[in-house]
């Protein structure tokens, strides 16, 4: 992909569309990570994979939809987060508002309750009406699930505890390989 003059391989994007009543297709929103004038957190790198997993849901699929309720979460999982290669980061955004007021980046150890680091975080997602559940599967030890309360996901949400699954703990069998490799 060329974002500006830099060719930056497998950087990746989104691309939001809506399908009418009627089955036609338009393009919403392209989502990209690029140079500083961009409204999408980050900067577009080789090897960043943004978009390589996507999970979308609608909090409140029985009410009219909302900026708050139709959520998007992109990963990016070759995400380098200061010199460590490959830590990830997962991008949440609204499906049907702008990306730069509701994009929330999320990348290990800053506080939004996924600890660890060169996690590949963004590779294994899931959304449900109330959490984002992220798979880190890479390790430490056997891998692990993080559940995040949907308010950890937004701008201005409440940093709640999160809920950690991981071989050995919680009545799961202390075995296996790559535990959180499907967050779903």
Excluded: C
């Excluded at 978009?51 to 139709?70: D, F, H, I, K, Q």
């Excluded at 999982?77 to 990830?88: K, L, S």
């Excluded at 891998?143 to 701008?155: C, D, K, Y």
Aim: glycine fraction near 16%; avoid cysteine; charged fraction near 15%.
């Amino acid at each position: 992909m060329t974002i500006g003059t830099s060719a930056n391989a497998d950087a990746g994007r989104v691309v939001v569309g809506r399908i009418s009543a009627a089955g036609a297709w338009s393009e919403v929103r392209q989502l990209w990570q690029a140079d500083a004038d961009d409204d999408v957190s980050g900067t577009a790198e080789a090897g960043d994979r943004m978009g390589e997993n996507l999970t979308a849901v609608n909090t409140a699929p029985r009410a009219v939809s909302t900026a708050a309720t139709m959520r998007l979460a992109v990963g990016t999982p070759g995400e380098a987060i200061g010199t460590v290669d490959n830590a990830g980061a997962v991008h949440t955004f609204s499906l049907v508002a702008a990306a730069g007021t509701n994009d929330r980046w999320i990348e290990a150890g800053d506080g939004d309750g996924i600890p660890g680091t060169n996690q590949y975080l963004g590779r294994n997602i899931h959304y449900t009406s109330t959490k984002l559940y992220a798979g880190m599967p890479y390790g430490p030890g056997l891998g692990a699930l993080h559940a995040l309360p949907m308010s950890n996901t937004i701008i201005g949400g409440t940093v709640a505890p999160v809920t950690t699954y991981k071989p050995g703990t919680g009545g799961l069998p202390n075995f296996g390989v790559r535990f959180g490799g499907q967050a779903r």
